[in-house]
C-alpha cells in the first residue's frame, strides 16, 4: 500500500492511513532490484508520477498487528534512498513499566588535602587534589565538609573571591600552588554552620571526567583550623558534586511496545507537588544494546592517560566536527569526543562507566614468532594467528547502559533465572511469550546541574499519588520542547543554594481614616504577618538573607485604626502600646506623636502576637503617657500569621521591610524517618509513541530474608530478597536492632550486620554476616546512603536470636540444703553479662526461686553457676538460663524440662546377693578376689542394661554362706532421668528369680540363688517412678474384669475378678516399669485392682457416675 503526500516548506507532513481505504501502488521498471527490501534506488528510473496509481482494492489495517512504514522524496526525475521508520515508531500499546530501581545516587569524588600549618585554630592555606568521575561543567559545584573549622570573622555565609583561590600543579601528593589565580573555580563561599566550602565552576570552564584537578584556597580566604580540643585536621575526605543518577531496570521490549527512552522527573519535594524537573533519556535499542557502526581504525598505540585520538588520513582528510558530542568505543572503553581538529578528536575517557585502559594497534598471538602481527589500513598484514587490527567505532549511547552485563540479562546470578521468585522478588513479568523469559536490560541516567535539558512534555506537580502520565497540550513524542534553561542540581551544604520558591510577602499593612499601622518587622520579632500563609506551617522560609523557621500558624493582630479621633493633647511616653484585655499573647506596637497638636500618629505593629482565637486584643498607649483627649483603637485580625524562628542556619535576624518576598524552601523539612537529610527523591517512566508506562519510585523495597532465627553466637549469613541497595559492595549497611521514640534508628541499641554482598548486578539479593547477639525480636534497619542520598527500610521484629536451650546440669543430683556449684550445658547463652541470668524454679512461689549467684560465663555452651538456698528452701526443680533484656528484644528462657531438672540426691541402697560358690575359692587380699569382685560388678552393669555404672556399685564384704556379697548401690549424680538406687536393687531381686534374666547369665552372677532388699525398697522403686504401672499396657487382668457401674456390688465384682487373675495368671505386675518380686505380686495386684475398679474415685464423682 502507498500514499502521496503534499510536503509544505518548512512545515511536518502527517500522512494518516485508515481502515478501508483504497491502496495505490508505485510501479518500477523490471530493470530495478533491491528495492522491495529498501536498497538504494538506482538514481535514474522514468517518471514517478506516471508509475503511481490508485487501485479499488480497500487496505484492511488488523488490529494488533505491527506495520512497516517507508518514506522516500521523488521529483520529475528522481527517487531519494527510503528511509525505513525504526521499531520504535510502531507501538501499538504503552511500554511496560521499570522494574526495579536498585540505586540513586549524588556524585561524590574523593579529595586530597594539604594544609600549609595544621597549628589549631590558625588561618590555613588548603590544597585540594581531586579526580572527578563525571565532567564537571559550568556552574556545577563542589561541597566539602571539614568539621571543627570556622571562619575568622564568624559570619554565616562568607564568599570567598578570585584573590584567595591559586590553581595547583603536580600531581597528588605532590601538588603545589602555582601562585596564578585559578582558571576554573573563580568563586567559592563558606557556610559557618556547617563548616562547608563550596566550589563553583565558572562560567566557560570545566574539568574533564577522569582528569585530576588541583585547586589552593589561600589563607586570606580566612578559614582557619580546629581548635587544639576540636577534631582533627582530615587528609582525605569526600566532596558532594552536583550530579545525581539513576539507574533501574526494566524488561526487554516487546514488539509490540517498544521504546523511545524514559522521562524521568526529581524534585527536592518528597510529595513531588513541586520543584519537579523531567528530564528525558532517549534509547532505540534498533541494533541491541549498544547502537554501533564502524567509523574507522587506530592508527597509533593509545595510552591509558592519552585524551586524543588520531584519524587515518587517507580514510579521514576532510571536515568531522559533526563527530564532536558524539561517542566512539575502542575495544570496551566508550569515550566522549569533545572537540574536532582534523584529523585529533580531543576525548574524555572512561564514559559510560567504562575504564580507561590502553589500547594497542596490534592485537593477538601471530602464528610464528618469527612472524610478528602487523596491520596496514586497519587490516592485518602479517602474522597469521588471532593477529588482529583495533578498530574505532562510533557509538549510540542512550539510557540502556552496556556497562553492566553488556546491557541485558537473563539472570540474577548462576543458576537463578529471572522467573524464579527468589531471583525477581517483585514476580515481575519480563516474559517475552510463554515460550521466552524475556530479558532484564539495565538503565542509567546521570543528571549534571547545567549539563541535562529540562523538559516539559509531561505534566507535573500531580503528587506522589499520581498514577496516569499525560503528555502537556501541543506536545509530541519526537518533538520535545526543551526549557530556555538546563536543569539545576543544588548542594545541601550552603542554605543560599538550596531550591526556594516564591511563596507570599510581608504584609504591607492598612490606611485607615487619619491614623494607619503598618507593618515594622525588627531583628527580635517572633510573629510575623504574612500575605498568604498557604502551607509554609513547619516548613523552612527566607526573606531577604534571613532564613526562618515557621513554628505554628495563628490568629495576630493585622491592623489597627481609630475608632473615632487619633486623640488629642498627647505626650509621647516611651511611644508603646499595650494590650489592656485579651486572650492572646506577645504584642507589640509603637506609636509616634504629632509635635503640634498631640495627636497620635504612625503606628507600628512590631510583634503581631499570638492566639486570638476570641476576638481582637483591647490596645491603648501606654499609661505612662497622657492626653487631653485619648484615642481608642479599633483592631483587626489575620489567620495569616506565623510563629517563626529567627536566623535559622547561623543566619543574622534583621528588620524586614513590609511587601518583602517570602521564599519556602522544600529541602530543610523534607526530612523523614525513612528518607532523612537533604535530597533528591526520583521517579521514573517508560515511553514510546503509544503512550507512557506507570511511574516507577526510587525506594528501598524489601520482599524477604532468610533465615529469620539466628544463633545467638551471630556469624550465619542472612539473604534479603530487596530493592534500591544499590549495585556494589558499597554505600549500604544492614543492622539488627530498635527505633528511637521518634521512629530513626537507635544505634546504641542495635548492632551491624557486617560484610554486606550484593549477589545481583541489580541489586535485588544481598547478604550479610549477623552479628553475634540475643534477643527474642529485632527489627531490622536496611540503610542506603550515597553522597547527599540517603534511605532506610524497617523490617518490624525481622530477626530472632535463638532462646537458650539447657541439654543437661552436672551434677543434676544434689543434696537438699547447703551451697551447691553446678555446671549447666547447652546452647546459646549470651555473651553479654547484662544480658544474661539463671536460676532454679523449685516451683513453689516466688520463694521458690534461687538464683545463681555468681553466674559465670564459661562459653556459648557452659555456664558454671552457684545456687544459695534459703533455710525454707530445697533445691528440687528445673535450671532456667534467661538471655536477653527488655529493651533490646526482650528476654527468652530455656524450657523446664527432664534436661534441665535438679532433683534431690535419693538415698544408696544396700543389699545381698548369695552365690553358690566355696569362699575359700577367693581368699581376702587375693587376686582371685579382687578378679571376682571386678566380675560381680560388671555383671550387674551387664544386666542392668546401661541403668547403673560401675561406679554406683560399691562391694563392702563378702562372707561366708556358700558366698554372701554385700553390696551398696549409690545414685547417679549427673542425671535425675537415671534409676534411682531402689530401682536398681529392686530390679537385680527380680532378675534373680528368673532363670532367663541377663543377671543369671554373668560370668559370675550366674550362681546367685538369692538377693535380698531392704523393707520400702519396692515402693521406693514405684515412687521412684511417679506411678504404678504392669508389664503390659493393658493387662489382661483390667480389660477382662471391668465394672459394669461405679455401684459397690459391681465394683466389688471387678475387684474378685482382678485379683485373681492377676495373682494367679502369667502376667507379672510391676511397679515403677520393673516386674515385682513374688512376695511382693498379692500386694501389688490388690493395689492396682483396687485403683482399677473405681474405688480410688472420690464419692462425689461416683455418686454423679451411678
Known sequence: AGAVGEVSY???????????????????????????????????????????????????????????????????RFKSDPVTANVQARAVTAPAAVAYVPRQSSETMGVSILYSTADPATAVTLGLSFTPRVTLGEGMKV???????????????????TSDIESGTGTSPAFVASGSADTVFEEASWTQNTSTLVLTVKAGASIPANEEKSVFVMSTAGIETPPSTGPAVPYHVNADVTALR??????????????????????????????????????????????????????????????????????????????????????????????????????????????????????????????????????????????????????YVGATTPSRNDGKDSKVAAGCAIRAATCNPNNYDFSLSTSHAGFRTHQTGMISHGVNDKVDWVNG?????????????????????????????????????????????????????????????TDTSTSILLGSAGDLLQRYIKIDDEFLYVESLTTGVATISFADSPGAGCILGDGTLVETSSQGRGFVGTYEVNSTDGTILNISITNTGSGYKAGPPQISINPGANCTTYPTFAVTLSSNVAVVQRGAFGSTAAAHDAGATVYKLWWPTQGTVTAPGRQYFFRTAAYNAAGFSAWKYYGIGFNAHDPSNIPTRGQVEVEFAVEGMGIKNANHSVWFGHPNPDGSPDFSRSRECTSVTILDVAGTRLNCRAPAWDGQAHDVFLRYYDGMVERLRFISSGIRYFPP??????????????????????????????????????????????????????????????????????????????VGSPDIGGAQMSTQN??????????????????????????????????????????????????????????????????????IITPNANSVSALTPAQIVASIAQQAADPTSLLLSGSVTSGVTGVTVPPGVIAAAAAAAGATATATSQPSYFTQCVPRSYKSFDMETCYDC??????????????????????????????????HCGYNIPVSTLNTMV
Not at 532490484?33 to 489495517?61: E, M, R
Not at 533455710?871 to 535450671?879: K, S
Not at 569362699?919 to 578376689?929: L, Q
Open 10 to 76: 518548512g512545515s511536518r507532513t502527517t500522512v494518516i492511513f485508515r481502515n478501508g481505504e483504497g491502496t495505490s501502488s508505485y510501479l518500477y521498471p523490471a530493470t530495478t532490484t533491491g528495492d522491495a527490501a529498501g536498497s538504494t534506488v538506482p538514481n535514474a528510473v522514468g517518471s514517478p508520477l506516471a508509475d503511481y496509481a490508485v487501485s479499488t482494492a480497500a487496505k484492511s489495517i488488523v488490529e494488533g498487528s505491527v506495520y512497516s512504514f517507508r518514506v522516500y522524496a521523488y521529483n520529475g
Open 143 to 161: 561541597s566539602l565538609s571539614l568539621p571543627g573549622f570556622t571562619h575568622g570573622n564568624s559570619t554565616a555565609f562568607v564568599t570567598i573571591g
Open 246 to 395: 539513576l539507574d533501574w531496570l526494566s524488561p526487554f521490549p516487546k514488539k509490540t511496545s517498544p521504546r523511545l527512552g524514559f522521562v524521568v522527573q526529581y524534585t527536592t519535594d518528597a510529595t513531588f507537588a513541586e520543584d519537579v524537573q523531567t528530564v528525558d533519556f532517549p534509547e532505540q535499542l534498533a541494533s541491541g544494546v549498544l547502537d554501533s557502526a564502524h567509523l574507522t581504525y587506530l592508527v597509533s598505540d593509545m595510552e591509558a592517560n592519552s585524551t586524543t585520538v588520531t584519524l587515518p588520513a587517507e580514510a579521514y582528510s576532510g571536515e568531522h566536527s559533526h563527530l564532536a558530542g558524539k561517542y566512539i568505543k575502542i575495544d570496551t572503553e566508550i569515550m566522549l569526543v569533545t572537540s574536532v581538529s582534523t584529523p585529533t578528536l580531543t576525548v574524555e575517557r572512561g564514559r559510560v562507566d567504562t575504564g580507561a585502559g590502553a589500547h594497542p594497534v596490534v592485537v593477538g598471538q601471530p602464528t610464528s614468532d618469527s612472524t610478528p602481527c602487523a596491520c596496514s589500513a586497519g587490516v592485518t598484514s602479517a602474522g597469521g594467528g588471532t593477529c588482529g587490527c583495533t578498530q574505532i567505532y562510533l557509538v
Open 461 to 521: 506537580g500531580c503528587g506522589s499519588s499520581c498514577e496516569t502520565i499525560s503528555m502537556q497540550t501541543g506536545r509530541e513524542f519526537g518533538n520535545p520542547v526543551s526549557y530556555p534553561s538546563q536543569v539545576t542540581v543544588s548542594e545541601p551544604g550552603n542554605p543560599n543554594d538550596m531550591p526556594k520558591a516564591e511563596a507570599t510577602t510581608l504584609s504591607s499593612g492598612v490606611t485607615t481614616g487619619t491614623g494607619y499601622s503598618y507593618l515594622a518587622l
Open 805 to 882: 536451650d539447657v541439654t543437661s546440669v552436672s551434677p543434676a543430683l544434689v543434696p537438699s540444703r547447703g551451697v551447691v556449684t553446678m555446671t549447666i550445658f547447652g546452647n546459646d547463652f549470651s555473651s553479654s553479662t547484662a544480658n544474661r541470668s539463671a536460676y532454679l524454679d523449685a516451683g513453689i512461689g516466688s520463694d521458690g526461686i534461687v538464683p545463681c549467684k555468681p553466674l559465670v560465663y564459661v562459653g556459648a555452651n557452659e555456664l558454671l553457676c552457684t545456687l544459695s538456698p534459703k533455710a525454707t528452701q530445697t533445691l528440687a526443680g528445673y535450671m532456667v538460663v534467661s
Open 898 to 967: 527432664v534436661k534441665s531438672q535438679v532433683s534431690l540426691i535419693p538415698e544408696p541402697v544396700e543389699s545381698t546377693a548369695t552365690l553358690a560358690k566355696d569362699i575359700t575359692e577367693i581368699p581376702e587380699n587375693s587376686t582371685e578376689r579382687a578378679t571376682f569382685v571386678a566380675s560381680f560388678i560388671s555383671d550387674v552393669v551387664t544386666a542392668m542394661e546401661g541403668g547403673v555404672t560401675a561406679d554406683q556399685i560399691q562391694v563392702t564384704s563378702i562372707t561366708a554362706g556358700s558366698i554372701v556379697v554385700a553390696f
Open 1058 to 1091: 482382678c485379683t485373681l487373675k492377676c495373682e494367679t495368671g502369667s502376667e507379672v505386675p510391676a511397679v515403677g516399669g520393673v516386674p515385682v518380686l513374688a512376695g511382693y505380686r498379692a500386694g501389688a495386684c490388690q493395689t492396682q485392682c483396687l485403683n
